[in-house]
């Protein structure tokens, strides 16, 4: 289908006017076609075929305006009209064509692209009124054609495009563009810089610059060539053709002495250098303080235009011209927000502006004059009827201005929105301006068609199935349980799927997106060609309409809204959230509505749903997982059955824990089967973690199903058994043990037999009862067998009571009574037993050595004791008889081998001859063959330590530890014995380690004695050893060359170096002398007092103390301080050597205290240089320089003196006598000393004079501190400025102070410059300055009187340098001038007085002048229309009144003109004088510009002559 291209000239919106030849033919769809979906969607635009656009025939503006208003006649073609032209048969037939909404002609709704459809909605048609726009802002003027742009195609079809040479991967092409265009900018602007600086100078050129420039832009355009960036790039024959270009430019900027661009450059530089100044003087206060009046300002100073204001300008009008909807677009509006708006609002609207949101705007292009008022016909899609509407109040409609046409008055071209509310089809009526002229329409313009917008929502169906516990959350959102088993889900398909319906309204056919998002996991469901459900029954009053009236209805029944629902479908089979959104819808006139957009952000977030509540749009189904319990694996581990025991070490109830899944909380159903007895229970549990059910009787417990927050779930099969668990019991039996060689029954043998569960522990008392008032022995016996025996065989004879009173097993481990007692008289057997109650068994021996063991006996003495001494697996027994004692002790020894021995008691026999044999009674002995072995490993020159640090003397042990180590020192008078013990290192496995023992002050060391549990021998060769202290460093001044200060000799005595004078070299240094081991670092102390300290000498008086370090390799000197005078004192504080790095400290001695203790105080005095001044006085004795430097220092500045003269009293070079009669009123000068120095002084002086070479006065025998300068006559009377200057001084002691170097003496001669003298004092003589107005200048007009513009000038006479102090407007100003002409600007109205010049050299010579006042008068000015720029529109025949108002000082002479409206012609031009009132008015009824160009009144004038 072809239609019309969009955006195209006012010609192709049906806006030509009548008579023009111009014409547009536009061609529509030959026939209708149903819709399709899938298909390009409606509005469709295509490009027109070269073919069909007619080629325009040019006109004139004047030939358009005329046309428009019947003035000039034209011979339409046959069958024109206002508007299109349609050439199909039914676009001839009907006023309105109606397509399918797949094919809908741009009749229907317009050539505007799917985005502007969408932009239609709900608000103004922004890119259609655009479009629009730049058509119409082409009217009148422009021709129009339709034919599309040519676009060359390649091969294949494509489009033909350039290629970057940076890849887009690399940098995008947009950046690639800005990137380029930032370099060509920064280039210009360096070139501007260079060309405005080079401009400054006239005549000056830069061959560098030249050069420089031709290679940068031949660089830029061949990266441009090369780079080839889209919409930058250039061909090469273009490249060439620049370059030659930008060499043509800069040989005239850089290199031609006189060039067109260079005169063209120069006042743009000026411009923008006054526009900068005229910035900166606006600033209050600061500004002309800071700029001044700059010649710049002055010689650009320019009035104001504000003299003459306001121009008049009457067009006369032609017809004007409008059109509803120029794109053919439709629109919708949003029912919903309609219903949503507050009552008031349609009201509200008509008074205060249509801003309500839901209104729909339709477009109206109005070019011409404003309209007073719409008319439009509106038809309903109902009823078929058709309705005129009026809308007065224009003003509140909304309006965009898309052009203005200056020449035209007020024709403008506008855009207004028409706010339309209700469904149905729109027409423009009529339009008329404030004077009741119609406007001109568009004839067989369609009308514009507003329908509903589509809407669509997500609703949950009331009829939802209710099983698997489907619910609608206050939310909105739904959740159901997850079906498990298909045939679950055929039981439940016919009432479950239908969960979720899709609620359609708009016109049909409609277009639907759904997306599912199941888990993360997207998919999209396209709903496409959604045809109308049923058709709509025709009304009920139908036979009461005519034919007619059902012929309209039908016509416009189609774009009627209708409702359908569809419904959407699950199984939800797999656990999660289910979100459905409707994504978005289309309807047939291609409306679309995203839903996302209508939410915020969005409804979704990647691959995850937003939280918050349902909405119209979307809706979560949360498919809940079923939960399941059973017993922990821990439980199904466990050993079962489980044992329930009334033992309060065991459980009487049981926890049986459980494994839960789902969403808590859950309840548990479960049974418990003892025997015949079922019993079922229930409990809850709000957290799947330690959730167990408490078993406190005994069966078996099965479970049967679980249910959690929001479904029902199964259980495990598996089953838990509990059983209670039996009391143990225990059968006790004895026999006797008989031995008849011990007299009978030596014991008896008890049998346990149990019942219960192992291990056993039986619990009895053993009493003898021999013994009654004895306390029994608890014993207990544990077993893991039922049936167990042991026995009982004391050691000591008497009838036994074994009294059993408690069972344990593992059931009841806290044990359960019982009672059994058994009797059983007993004869005792003997024993023996190692004693160690009366101390430790020692376990080591020495060989040769003798060892005691201690044994006790019981039974009936006296006894025979066996024992065995076994070693190195040889047996040695020995029997001992006749022990008569119960302790007895074996002598051992003495051994005679090193090793372990093992003493056993075998067997013991007492006076009955009843024998027993003993097991498991010995204790092993260890003997070592020597001890241990010790020696000192010392070097051979001995142990050196620092003083006030321990020795400690290295020694080797070797032996088994601890080692006890004696030594004494040798040769000491208390021969006293020390003692070490050595004892093993931590992880030493070795029996030999290298320790250490204390060596208690210096001297040598021996070894006496080592032992452990043997006697040590000494190792005789390392016996000895030797311990020294190093001596302490020190450090001293040696004073060889030193000499006693004569005042405090007989005091302190302290050493002093030689004298030196301030700024002269030292010749000599302090010579250290220096103890112990190099390197050395010294710490020492200076005080410094200044000279003129009272208290010099006294250390709490210094001016400044500073600490210093020194490092010394070798015998060494201390260089002392210099260049600032005073006396210094040096103190050495500390000093360290390789061996003490801690400092050591000296005392501070003035005198030498042994050979190594030397003076450590020591001073030096440096004298100050003689300082002095030259001074000037007036003859009355006050100092004529009042900045003079303070005393102490010397001001390298010189110090000017000037004598002013009146004018006319200057006096020639020659005239000596006139100027010794001047000698009295000419300054005094002196040279002062400071009082630091010695009399008599010296002083030299050098003095240049105004012409000739310089001369150095020498003055000899200064006694005092101050003394006058006596200067050669030939000097001081000459005229002009001389000065003088201190060269060198010197006091007494020979100290001197050189004020000039000596190289620059004699240089301020007239062949070397001024430019070496510095210091001193400079005097001149000069005449007071003058000031008279320059002859062509207003200020030489006698009258005084001046204008606003006029430049003041004045002529300067004096010194090329002075000071002009004048009054504007009674704000005084300063400034300085350079040149003889002095000009100021009469910027502003007022009073400008020239009161003082002063040389700018001595500001005090000045002169004052009281004639050089004027009076400033301000230009005259000239208001047109109120001073505004009026452009009036009339009608033919009308007549304007233009007021002209004057202001300034009568009378007034003033020239006004008639222009064309453009501006090109004067059509008329009358002069006005002699005028003593201050209004005129003008009468006009013709068209054109009417202004004033010059006005006049008593003293100025504009423009200016």
């Not at 065991?650 to 007895?677: C, F, H, M």
Request: charged share 20%; proline share 6%.
């Amino acid at each position: 289908m072809n239609g019309r291209q969009a955006g195209a000239p006012v010609g192709s919106q049906g806006l030509t006017p009548v008579g023009s030849p111009n014409r547009i033919k536009r061609r529509t769809a030959p026939g209708l076609g149903s819709p399709r979906f899938g298909s390009p969607q409606f509005p469709r635009t295509d490009a027109q075929n070269p073919e069909s656009s007619a080629e325009p025939t040019r006109s004139t503006f004047a030939e358009r305006i005329y046309q428009s208003t019947g003035r000039l006649r034209a011979h339409p073609e046959p069958g024109s009209s206002f508007g299109l032209v349609s050439q199909t048969p039914i676009a001839q037939n009907n006023n309105f064509n109606m397509h399918s909404p797949g094919q809908l002609s741009q009749l229907d709704l317009g050539a505007g692209s799917s985005a502007d459809v969408l932009a239609s909605t709900g608000s103004p048609a922004k890119s259609g009124a655009a479009s629009a726009a730049a058509a119409l802002r082409r009217a009148p003027p422009p021709p129009v054609t339709m034919s599309a742009p040519a676009v060359k195609p390649v091969k294949g079809g494509a489009v033909q495009a350039s290629t970057s040479a940076i890849p887009a991967t690399v940098i995008d092409l947009p950046s690639q563009r800005m990137y380029a265009l930032a370099v060509l900018g920064l280039l210009v602007a360096w070139k501007l810089y260079d060309a405005i600086s080079l401009s400054v100078d006239v005549g000056r050129t830069s061959f560098y610059l030249f050069v420089k420039w031709c290679l940068l832009d031949s660089a830029m355009w061949y990266g441009a060539w090369f780079l080839r960036i889209p919409r930058l790039s250039i061909l090469s024959h273009t490249m060439y053709a620049l370059i030659s270009l930008s060499v043509f430019i800069n040989l005239n900027l850089f290199y031609l002495t006189m060039s067109v661009l260079t005169l063209a450059v120069k006042p743009v530089a000026v411009s923008l250098a006054t526009g900068w100044l005229r910035s900166v003087k606006s600033i209050p206060w600061l500004g002309p303080r800071l700029v001044g009046d700059s010649d710049l300002l002055i010689d650009s100073f320019e009035l104001d235009e504000a003299h003459i204001l306001g121009r008049h300008t009457i067009h006369i009008l032609p017809h004007s011209l409008t059109h509803m909807n120029p794109q053919g677009r439709s629109f919708c509006i949003d029912e919903a927000q309609l219903r949503a708006e507050p009552w008031y609002q349609k009201y509200a609207s008509g008074l205060f502006g249509h801003s309500g949101q839901s209104q729909t705007l339709i477009p109206i292009l109005i070019n011409g004059t404003h309209p007073d008022s719409i008319s439009y016909a509106y038809t309903s899609f109902e009823t078929g009827q058709r309705q005129l509407r009026t809308i007065k109040n224009t003003g509140a409609l909304q309006m965009e201005t898309n052009a203005v046409y200056p020449t035209l008055g007020n024709w403008v071209m506008a855009t207004y929105y028409l706010p339309v509310s209700e469904v149905g089809a729109y027409e423009i009526f009529s339009v008329k301006d404030r004077k009741g002229l119609e406007f001109r329409t568009a004839t067989q313009a369609p009308p514009t068609i507003v329908v509903t917008c589509p809407q669509a929502q997500l609703q949950w169906l009331d009829n939802a199935h209710t099983g698997d516990n489907f619910v609608v959350g206050n939310d909105g959102h739904a959740s159901i349980c997850q079906r498990i088993d298909q045939d679950h889900m055929a039981e439940s398909r016919s009432t479950d799927d239908g969960l979720l319906q899709v609620v359609v309204e708009g016109y049909e056919p409609i277009e639907m997106t759904v997306v599912r998002l199941v888990n993360g996991h997207r998919e999209v469901i396209s709903l496409d060609g959604i045809q109308p459900q049923s058709m709509e029954a025709q009304p009920t009053h139908i036979e009461t309409l005519n034919a007619t009236q059902i012929a309209a209805i039908e016509k416009w029944s189609r774009f009627k809204t209708r409702k359908s629902a569809y419904t959407l479908s699950d199984t939800f089979l797999r656990p999660g959230e289910y979100v459905y959104k409707l994504e978005s819808i289309r309807d047939a006139a291609n409306h679309s509505v995203v839903m996302s957009g209508l939410g915020g952000k969005g409804i979704f977030d990647g691959n995850k749903a937003a939280e918050g509540k349902a909405t119209s749009y979307m809706a979560r189904i949360q498919v809940h997982r079923r939960p399941s319990a059973g017993w922990a694996d821990a439980l199904l581990n466990a050993e079962l059955p489980l044992r329930l025991s009334d033992d309060r070490a065991r459980k009487s109830d049981y926890a049986l824990p459980l494994t839960l899944s789902g969403t808590g909380p859950w309840t548990v159903n479960y049974i418990i089967v003892n025997g015949d007895e079922v019993t079922q229970e229930s409990k809850t549990f709000s957290k799947a973690t330690d959730s167990t059910i408490d078993a406190r009787r005994p069966g078996t417990y099965h479970l049967l199903d679980v249910d959690d927050k929001f479904c029902g779930g199964q259980a495990s099969r598996a089953n838990i058994t509990l059983v209670q668990a039996p009391k143990p019991a225990a059968n006790v039996s004895s026999t006797p043990i008989t031995a008849h060689e011990c007299g009978g029954e030596i014991g008896a043998l008890v049998e346990l037999e149990l019942t219960g569960r192992p291990p056993f522990a039986v619990h009895y008392r053993e009493r003898n009862l021999r013994f009654p008032n004895s306390r029994p022995i608890t014993r207990i016996v544990r077993t893991q067998q039922r049936r167990h025996s042991f026995k009982v065989m004391p050691d000591m004879a008497g009838t036994y009571e074994l009294e059993f009173f408690r069972l344990e097993d593992d059931n009841y481990p806290s044990g359960q009574p019982m009672s059994a007692t058994i009797e059983q008289a007993i004869h005792a057997q003997p024993s023996a037993k190692i004693d160690t109650l009366n101390g430790r068994i020692s376990s080591r021996a020495c060989m040769g050595e003798e060892l005691e063991l201690p044994v006790r006996l019981k039974g009936q003495g006296p006894w025979e004791l066996v024992y065995n001494i076994v070693y190195e697996n040889r047996r040695t027994s020995k029997t001992v008889s006749g022990i008569t004692d119960e302790s007895y002790t074996i002598a051992l020894g003495a051994f005679d081998n090193a090793g372990e021995y093992t003493i056993e008691l075998a067997q013991v026999k007492d006076g009955n001859q009843c024998a027993r044999d003993l097991i498991d009674v010995s204790t092993v002995v260890t003997v070592r063959e020597g001890g241990p072995r010790v020696g000192f490993q010392c070097p051979d020159n001995g142990i050196h330590v620092l003083d006030g640090e321990q020795a400690q003397m290295p020694i080797n042990v070797a032996g088994e530890f601890p080692v006890e180590v004696q030594y004494h020192k040798v040769g000491d008078a208390s021969d006293h014995v020390h003692t070490a013990t050595i004892r093993r290192k931590p992880q030493q496995q070795s029996s030999s380690q290298l320790a250490s023992v204390i060596a208690y002050g210096p001297g040598e060391y021996e070894l006496l004695a080592a032992s452990d549990i043997c006697a040590g021998t000494i190792d005789a060769q390392r016996a000895r050893c030797s311990v020294h202290v190093e001596a302490k460093p020190s450090a001293w001044f040696v004073t060889d060359s030193l000499r006693r200060d004569s005042n405090d000799a007989h005091d302190t005595g302290i050493w002093r170096l030689h004298e030196s004078c301030e700024g002269a070299a030292l010749q000599s240094a302090f010579e250290l002398g220096l103890s112990g081991s190099g390197p050395w670092k010294i710490d020492y102390r200076v005080d410094y007092w200044a000279t003129g300290n009272a208290r010099s000498g006294v250390p709490s008086f210094t001016d400044r103390t500073i600490t210093h370090s020194l490092v010394v390799l070798q015998t060494s000197t201390l260089k002392p301080e210099c260049c600032e005078p005073g006396l210094y004192r040096y103190t050495l504080l500390s000093v360290r050597d390789e061996r003490y790095q801690k400092p050591q400290m000296l005392l501070a001695a003035h005198e030498a205290v042994a050979a190594e203790a030397g003076v450590t105080v020591v001073e030096h005095l440096i004298t100050k240089s003689p300082l002095a001044e030259l001074r000037a006085y007036s003859p009355d004795g006050t100092p004529l320089d009042t900045s003079s430097s303070s005393r102490g220092s010397f001001r390298r500045q010189p110090r000017s003196i000037k004598h002013c003269l009146a004018p006319g009293q200057s006096k020639s070079d020659g005239d000596a006598q006139t100027w010794a009669k001047l000698h009295k009123y000419l300054p005094v000068f002196r040279i002062e000393f400071e009082p630091s120095g010695k009399a008599p002084f010296q002083a030299w002086v050098e003095v240049f004079p105004a012409s000739g070479p310089s001369e150095v006065v020498h003055l000899e025998d200064i006694a005092g501190y101050s003394q006058p300068i006596t200067l050669p006559d030939h000097v001081a009377s000459q005229i002009g400025r001389y000065h003088m200057r201190l060269v060198r001084t010197r006091d007494a002691r020979g100290c001197e102070h050189q004020f000039v170097d000596p190289s620059e003496v004699g240089l301020g001669r007239a062949d070397h410059g001024s430019a070496a003298i510095a210091g001193g004092i400079e005097i001149e003589y000069i005449e007071a300055p003058n000031a008279r107005p320059a002859s062509a200048s207003p200020a030489a007009n006698p009258s005084r009187n001046v204008c606003v513009g006029d430049v003041l000038a004045f002529e300067l006479r004096g010194l090329n340098s002075w000071n002009v102090d004048y009054s504007y407007n009674s704000a005084r100003r300063s400034t300085s001038v350079t040149k003889r002409l002095f000009r100021r600007i009469a910027d502003v109205p007022g009073n400008f007085t020239l009161e003082r010049v002063c040389h700018r050299a001595a500001n005090e010579c000045c002169s004052e002048f009281d004639d050089l006042s004027y009076a400033v008068h301000d230009i005259p000015r000239v208001l047109v229309s109120g001073g505004k720029d009026v452009y009036q529109d009339i009608l033919e025949g009308d007549m304007v009144d233009i007021r002209l108002d004057l202001v300034g000082a009568p009378p007034f002479t003033f020239t006004w003109q008639r222009r064309s409206i453009d501006g090109a012609k004067v059509l008329e031009s009358h002069t006005v004088k002699d005028l003593d009132v201050f209004s005129y008015t003008i009468s006009a009824a013709s068209e054109g510009t009417f202004e004033v160009t010059f006005v006049q009144d008593r003293y100025c004038q504009y423009p200016k002559a």
